[in-house]
T-cell receptor, first 112, second 113 residues
């Protein structure tokens, strides 16, 4: 089935140790998003790619970077994770003319 | 900026109707969504409504939109234990690709048998 896949589902890292989260999609959608969802909070958009164009939300910390090497894959890099970065990270996609965002299962990041 | 508010918890008995409420602040919000999140899973789109509609029904789900009061509700008829999850209201002011969805904090629905 076409879907949005996130790996790993659970990631543990140490304070300050760089970590990369992965998202892939078989929907061939133009747009890929990364959301951060802290415990009992609303998902919050970090940034998105429209094809190869990167769009950062104004309040996304510089510690967060993203790469999209091709249509199918998008990566979230956290350069120096702090305790406050522990959260669920959700990847989503949408077609260029679509209004529905399709979400992956998320990666739960723990920072020790 | 846009603010979306939801009550945090709702508890119902199996077979009853559930009504989850949401309010938003931006009157230009045009696309309004309800997402469901089960434990450990991502967000699943349940239904949506456009601002030119007052009501949308989809099987057991009924969405009501009061634009004047900026109030959105989701009614689940004949609630089942499998409906237990967190329900998120989300709004957007256009459907251009890349538009951020603004989410509420989610309502945890607990269904007892």
């Amino acid at each position: 089935d076409a879907m949005v896949i996130q790996n790993p589902r659970y990631q543990v890292t140490q304070f300050g140790k760089p970590v990369t989260l992965s998202c892939s999609q078989t929907l061939n959608h133009n747009v890929m998003y990364w959301y951060q969802q802290k415990s009992s909070q609303a998902p919050k958009l970090l940034f998105h790619y429209y094809d190869k164009d990167f769009n950062n939300e104004a309040d996304t910390p510089d510690n967060f970077q993203s790469r999209r090497p091709n249509t199918s894959f998008c990566f979230l890099d956290i350069r120096s994770p702090g305790l406050g970065d522990a959260a669920m990270y959700l990847c989503a996609t949408t077609a260029a003319q679509g209004y529905e965002q399709f979400f992956g299962p998320g990666t739960r990041l723990t920072v020790l | 900026g846009e603010d979306v508010e939801q009550s945090l918890f709702l508890s119902v008995r199996e077979g009853d109707s559930s009504v989850i409420n949401c309010t938003y602040t931006d009157s230009s919000s045009t696309y309004l969504y309800w997402y469901k999140q089960e434990p450990g899973a991502g967000l699943q789109l349940l239904t949506y409504i456009f601002s030119n509609m007052d009501m949308k029904q989809d099987q057991r789900l009924t969405v009501l939109l009061n634009k004047k009061d900026k109030h959105l509700s989701l009614r689940i008829a004949d609630t089942q234990t499998g409906d237990s999850a967190i329900y998120f209201c989300a709004v957007a002011n256009d459907n251009q690709a890349g538009t951020a969805l603004i989410f509420g904090k989610g309502t945890t629905l607990s269904v007892s048998s």
